[in-house]
């Protein structure tokens, strides 16, 4: 029950994380009168940060 409460908090915080970066992403989109389509370099470099926070979030339960 406790595994999953956790993994209900983490996806939730995810969904609600992904959620405001469309949201910031729209905005910046509209304010440049730009389209709204990220770059294939964009999209390599969000998922190079993701990877790292990942990475940092794991390291939080290493002694």
């Known amino acids: 029950m406790k595994n999953t409460?956790?993994?209900l908090g983490g996806a939730l915080i995810g969904?609600?994380?992904g959620l405001i970066a469309a949201m910031l992403i729209n905005?910046?989109?509209e304010k440049n009168e730009n389209e709204t389509a990220i770059t294939a370099g964009?999209?390599?470099k969000l998922g190079v940060l993701v990877f790292g926070l990942l990475?940092?979030?794991?390291?939080l339960t290493d002694d």
């Open 42 to 44: 964009q999209g390599v």
């Open 27 to 29: 905005r910046g989109a």
């Open 55 to 59: 990475r940092a979030i794991s390291a």
């Open 5 to 7: 409460k956790l993994l």
């Open 15 to 17: 969904a609600a994380t």
